[in-house]
């Protein structure tokens, strides 16, 4: 049998969440898939480590969504700034979609010390343009023509007509949209 040193990595354990593991240096490497069952278990398994890392503060909600794809771009944004955090339920959610609401959303999860340079962090407006150097060539985001707003998206289907559609025949039907719709104003276009 193979010994694991524990000198140079330290486990933590979040009760329920999963576990984040610490180097040497001090960078949090959040680690997947992993279920702890109980708080004396963790406490047990860190103690049982000889880690002098202390248990972490409580994990709080900084921020609910509804679909996969946003939770992750959230959680890409708050890793690349440094900031450690944890996508609750959303394993769950990736399995059933359906859940989502029944769950409350996928929740994004930092610790408390870490809960204001979050917050800092998805609060960032949305660029304007980019530069040549940053992606290769100059690019400006589409904004809304009505409000000029930047927070906007493409819709590919009429949500309403095709879930309607699939209560009705208990089949999917998708109407097709391929608009742009602003989410400030409401307004929506077709781009020419």
Same mark, same amino acid.
């Given at each position: 049998?193979?010994?694991?040193?524990?000198?140079?990595?330290?486990?933590?354990?979040?009760?329920?969440?999963? +576990?984040?593991?610490?180097?040497?240096?001090?960078?949090?490497?959040?680690?997947?898939?992993?279920? %702890?069952?109980?708080?004396? %278990?963790?406490?047990? @398994?860190?103690?049982?480590?000889?880690?002098? @890392?202390?248990?972490?503060?409580? +994990?709080?909600? /900084?921020?609910?969504?509804?679909?996969?794809?946003?939770?992750? /771009?959230?959680?890409?944004? /708050?890793?690349?700034?440094?900031?450690?955090?944890?996508?609750?339920?959303?394993? +769950?959610?990736?399995?059933?979609?359906?859940?989502?609401?029944?769950?409350?959303?996928?929740?994004?999860?930092?610790?408390?010390?870490?809960?204001?340079?979050?917050?800092?962090? /998805?609060?960032?407006?949305?660029?304007?343009?980019?530069?040549?150097?940053?992606?290769?060539?100059?690019?400006?985001?589409?904004?809304?023509?009505?409000?000029?707003?930047?927070?906007?998206?493409?819709?590919?289907?009429?949500?309403?007509?095709? @879930?309607? +559609? %699939?209560?009705?025949?208990?089949?999917?039907?998708?109407?097709?949209?391929?608009?742009?719709?602003?989410?400030?104003?409401?307004?929506?276009?077709?781009?020419?």
């Amino acid at each position: 049998m193979r010994s694991v040193k524990t000198e140079r990595i330290c486990v933590c354990a979040f009760p329920g969440q999963g +576990l984040l593991t610490k180097d040497s240096a001090g960078s949090g490497i959040p680690s997947y898939g992993v279920f %702890w069952p109980s708080n004396a %278990w963790a406490t047990t @398994f860190i103690q049982e480590s000889r880690c002098d @890392f202390k248990m972490p503060t409580e +994990l709080i909600t /900084l921020q609910q969504f509804r679909d996969v794809p946003e939770a992750l /771009l959230a959680k890409g944004k /708050l890793e690349s700034a440094g900031i450690a955090c944890v996508l609750a339920d959303g394993n +769950l959610v990736r399995m059933d979609w359906l859940l989502s609401n029944a769950v409350g959303g996928i929740r994004l999860q930092v610790h408390q010390q870490d809960a204001a340079s979050a917050r800092a962090v /998805l609060d960032e407006p949305i660029p304007t343009e980019f530069s040549e150097e940053e992606v290769g060539e100059s690019y400006a985001q589409p904004r809304c023509p009505r409000c000029y707003s930047l927070d906007i998206g493409f819709e590919k289907i009429d949500r309403f007509w095709t @879930f309607g +559609l %699939w209560l009705l025949l208990s089949f999917p039907i998708p109407v097709r949209k391929n608009s742009w719709k602003c989410y400030t104003c409401g307004s929506e276009w077709v781009e020419e």
